[in-house]
């Protein structure tokens, strides 16, 4: 290893920890904070926000914005349905412990996939000891836990380190309620680091494509099939031309990626539908290619019978590789390299907070969680010894960008 004395020493003290970092991974991991459960959610937070008060950071609860209300939520409501009282939005919490020099923002979140309900409610040993499984394991409370273990390991050792550490609870359904604090965020520092897992081989990504959202509504006139059906207009016929032009917009050599689903439609097969609806999801890796879609996606709304109506959110901007973003990758290389560690780099057509926060003018780097593989899953698994591993660069490479 090539560190300085401190470095060696706060590398000792996380690898003393060892045995609290699993732990602390098996505590929460066993806390349900998936599909917006409040209980859990507002638990973990409370917790990482005591800590991080014990080292002396400042708090602050930032009340979440709504989202728009057509948005894609894991049900299909009833096609008549009015909007009822919107969920309340959870809040955002950033925890500031500033100093001189530059400042250093970690981001990570607090929601995971997985149903509070499932019986993939822990975190469950292998048994070579090398590998977990849990949910959120990876994705990503494997990296809440190292980052909270770094920055204590910083103040045990006496390093000094200007850093903010933000936890929201909704990036796994795009950051809608914390964009604005994540923008906010992004504008107080100069680097940010978000705690998204490694990718498969352990790599950085360095670029991510961006990401959004659409709803294709179709509006027409209700009849009887056997009595009337001239007189109805269909909305499921409207519904199909609309997918079909929203799908002829995916041109994959050029990254532009358009899914469609899921659908609805029509109450019975014997009722012309007079409504239809279809949500879906696009990729692109530039701003000219989500102009390009979202230019494409509009020009399909019509008016008239039957009508057809279009919504958009762009809300995660592609994030390319900016020479910002190349040489604060090349100085996480370097940490793992001295480190004894390898860091290879790579692009992802996946998305995250680091997409926002980069948007809005912050060079971040977003997979220096914990190593793993089945996100999404109920196989989601993590790599037992890149607790320590992983925790050992985040702090060294907070150490050097806050120390230059």
Same mark, same amino acid.
């Given at each position: 290893?090539?560190?300085?004395?401190?470095?060696?020493?706060?590398?000792?003290?996380?690898?003393?920890?060892?045995?609290?970092?699993?732990?602390?991974?098996?505590?929460?991991?066993?806390?349900?904070?998936?599909?917006?459960?409040?209980?859990?959610?507002?638990?973990?937070?409370?917790?990482?926000?005591?800590?991080?008060?014990?080292?002396?950071?400042?708090?602050?609860?930032?009340?979440?914005?709504?989202?728009?209300?057509?948005?894609?939520?894991?049900?299909?409501?009833?096609?008549?349905?009015?909007?009822?009282?919107?969920?309340?939005?959870?809040?955002?919490?950033?925890?500031?412990?500033?100093?001189?020099?530059?400042?250093?923002?970690?981001?990570?979140?607090?929601?995971?996939?997985?149903?509070?309900?499932?019986?993939?409610?822990?975190?469950?040993?292998?048994?070579?000891?090398?590998?977990?499984?849990?949910?959120?394991?990876?994705?990503?409370?494997?990296?809440?836990?190292?980052?909270?273990?770094?920055?204590?390991?910083?103040?045990?050792?006496?390093?000094?380190?200007?850093?903010?550490?933000?936890?929201?609870?909704?990036?796994?359904?795009?950051?809608?309620?914390?964009?604005? @604090? *994540?923008? #906010?965020? %992004?504008?107080?520092? =100069?680097?940010?680091?978000? $705690?998204?897992? !490694?990718?498969?081989? +352990?790599?950085?990504?360095?670029?991510?494509?961006?990401?959004?959202?659409?709803?294709?509504?179709?509006?027409?006139?209700?009849?009887?099939?056997?009595?009337?059906?001239?007189?109805?207009?269909?909305?499921?016929?409207?519904?199909?031309?609309?997918?079909?032009?929203?799908?002829?917009?995916?041109?994959?050599?050029?990254?532009?990626?358009?899914?469609?689903?899921?659908?609805?439609?029509?109450?019975?097969?014997?009722?012309?539908?007079?409504?239809?609806?279809?949500?879906?999801?696009?990729?692109?890796?530039?701003?000219?290619?989500?102009?390009?879609?979202?230019?494409?996606?509009?020009?399909?709304?019509?008016?008239?019978?039957?009508?057809?109506?279009?919504?958009?959110?762009?809300?995660?901007?592609?994030?390319?590789?900016?020479?910002?973003?190349?040489?604060? @990758? *090349?100085? #996480?290389? %370097?940490?793992?390299? =001295?480190?004894?560690?390898? $860091?290879?780099? !790579?692009?992802?057509? +996946?998305?995250?907070?680091?997409?926002?926060?980069?948007?809005?003018?912050?060079?971040?780097?977003?997979?220096?969680?914990?190593?793993?593989?089945?996100?999404?899953?109920?196989?989601?698994?993590?790599?037992?010894?890149?607790?320590?591993?992983?925790?050992?660069?985040?702090?060294?490479?907070?150490?050097?960008?806050?120390?230059?």
């Amino acid at each position: 290893m090539n560190l300085s004395s401190i470095e060696q020493r706060v590398c000792q003290a996380l690898q003393s920890r060892r045995a609290a970092l699993l732990d602390d991974l098996r505590l929460h991991v066993g806390i349900p904070t998936g599909l917006g459960h409040r209980p859990g959610l507002d638990e973990t937070r409370e917790r990482f926000a005591a800590r991080l008060a014990a080292l002396g950071a400042k708090s602050e609860l930032i009340p979440g914005d709504p989202k728009p209300t057509w948005l894609w939520s894991g049900t299909i409501p009833p096609i008549d349905a009015t909007e009822s009282s919107p969920a309340v939005a959870p809040p955002t919490l950033i925890a500031r412990r500033p100093t001189t020099g530059p400042r250093v923002l970690i981001a990570g979140h607090l929601d995971t996939v997985h149903d509070p309900a499932s019986p993939f409610n822990k975190l469950k040993l292998n048994p070579n000891g090398l590998t977990a499984t849990g949910p959120g394991c990876v994705d990503m409370k494997g990296g809440l836990v190292i980052a909270m273990a770094a920055l204590e390991a910083l103040e045990e050792i006496g390093v000094r380190a200007s850093w903010s550490f933000l936890l929201n609870s909704d990036e796994e359904t795009g950051s809608y309620h914390s964009d604005r @604090a *994540l923008a #906010a965020a %992004a504008r107080e520092h =100069d680097f940010g680091l978000a $705690l998204e897992p !490694a990718m498969s081989k +352990g790599e950085l990504a360095i670029a991510r494509g961006g990401s959004g959202q659409f709803m294709l509504d179709a509006f027409g006139k209700a009849a009887h099939v056997g009595r009337d059906f001239t007189a109805g207009v269909s909305a499921v016929a409207a519904l199909a031309s609309g997918i079909s032009a929203a799908a002829a917009l995916s041109d994959p050599d050029a990254g532009l990626c358009v899914n469609v689903g899921p659908l609805q439609g029509g109450p019975a097969t014997n009722v012309v539908p007079d409504r239809a609806r279809a949500w879906g999801n696009v990729r692109f890796p530039t701003p000219d290619g989500a102009a390009k879609l979202q230019s494409g996606l509009r020009a399909i709304a019509r008016d008239g019978l039957p009508r057809l109506a279009v919504e958009t959110s762009f809300n995660r901007p592609a994030k390319p590789t900016t020479p910002a973003v190349e040489a604060l @990758a *090349l100085r #996480a290389r %370097a940490v793992a390299e =001295d480190l004894d560690q390898s $860091l290879p780099f !790579a692009a992802t057509g +996946g998305v995250c907070d680091g997409n926002q926060l980069q948007t809005a003018g912050l060079p971040t780097i977003d997979t220096l969680g914990v190593r793993g593989g089945g996100l999404h899953t109920p196989d989601e698994w993590i790599e037992l010894p890149s607790l320590v591993q992983r925790a050992q660069l985040l702090a060294v490479l907070v150490m050097r960008l806050a120390n230059p």
